[in-house]
């Protein structure tokens, strides 16, 4: 009795991508609305802290 199965997947090379695994493009590509949210966050805290320190100047 032969059980093997005849729609197994087969093994495919791996993309330019997952091949070498890293690149800054693909970084940037896949994350840049966790980037702009840091900038925004940091741009909002260098502005508080200008103001703050500007206030407290007198």
Not at 4 to 26: C, V
Not at 39 to 44: A, P, Q, S
Request: hydrophobic residues 40%; without cysteine; aromatic residues 14%.
């Amino acid at each position: 009795m032969n059980l093997q199965q005849e729609h197994l997947p087969r093994n495919k090379p791996a993309t330019e991508r997952e091949g070498y695994g890293f690149s800054i493009s693909d970084f940037l590509e896949d994350n840049w609305i966790y980037l702009l949210g840091i900038l925004i966050v940091l741009g909002i805290f260098l502005y508080a802290r200008h103001s703050w320190r500007k206030r407290n100047r007198r």
